[in-house]
């Protein structure tokens, strides 16, 4: 059972910076991407960024040059380095995580709104409140 368990989340002022940690148990596949997602009240859920085994990248339009995801495979533990933080980056964030070799390549081609429906991993997420 594939377990994903998120923390680092808080409170902090614009422009501040934030380290999300997501720490996977029980996953024993060698193919794997993982994401970031966050949902916001009223809004739908979005991509942030993913990354798969290889260390192959890609990020929303909205977080590029100000997000930065890693991985630390000795540790089964995903990051997101969340800098130049602004209010509208408020929401709740979640990892999640997939098996499927596929699912990067796939990202590419889809609006971050609907990255979502290639996972199958979820984590309970963490809160990131910025304020103005």
């Known amino acids: 059972q594939v377990q994903l368990v998120e923390s680092g989340g808080g409170s902090v002022q614009a422009g501040g910076s934030l380290r999300l940690s997501c720490a996977a148990f029980?996953?024993?596949?060698?193919?794997?991407?993982m994401g970031w997602f966050r949902q916001a009240p009223g809004k739908d859920r979005e991509g942030v960024a993913a990354?798969?085994?290889?260390?192959?990248?890609s990020y929303a339009d909205s977080v590029k040059g100000r997000f930065t995801i890693s991985q630390d495979n000795g540790n089964n533990t995903l990051y997101l380095q969340m800098n130049s933080l602004k209010p509208e980056d408020t929401a709740m964030y979640y990892c999640?995580?997939?098996?499927?070799?596929?699912?990067?390549?796939?990202?590419?081609?889809?609006?971050?709104?609907?990255?979502?429906?290639?996972?199958?991993?979820w984590g309970q997420g963490t809160q990131v409140t910025v304020s103005s």
């Open positions: 029980g996953y024993t596949y060698s193919t794997y991407c």
């Open positions: 999640a995580a997939d098996y499927r070799s596929d699912r990067l390549r796939a990202i590419a081609s889809m609006t971050p709104r609907i990255w979502g429906t290639l996972f199958a991993y």
């Open positions: 990354i798969d085994w290889d260390g192959r990248t």
